[in-house]
């Protein structure tokens, strides 16, 4: 396991992540103190493809805009939203 103390670590997160996303782990430390640990996240929305992730934002959207009716003409709604 790669450590960094804790000021290297501010300049550096980008590089860092990316050899997290490698399989690496890396310890940040504070005065030579381990204080923090960058891990790979395993599972979840994270492991899924982000078109995958796209595409189901997506669909949630589109379920909720089926939810909501607005009763009533549109730009009727949309001046008593200007007037209240």
Not at 32 to 50: K, M, N, Q, S
Request: glycine share 8%; aromatic share 2%.
């Amino acid at each position: 396991m790669k450590s960094v103390a804790l000021y290297e670590a501010k300049n550096r997160l980008s590089e860092l992540v990316a050899m997290v996303e490698r399989g690496e782990e890396v310890s940040i430390t504070r005065r030579g103190v381990p204080v923090a640990r960058l891990v790979a996240c395993h599972g979840g929305d994270e492991a899924i493809d982000p078109r995958q992730r796209a595409s189901a934002a997506l669909s949630r959207l589109r379920a909720l805009r089926e939810e909501i009716r607005l009763d009533g003409d549109l730009k009727m709604l949309a001046r008593e939203g200007l007037d209240g």
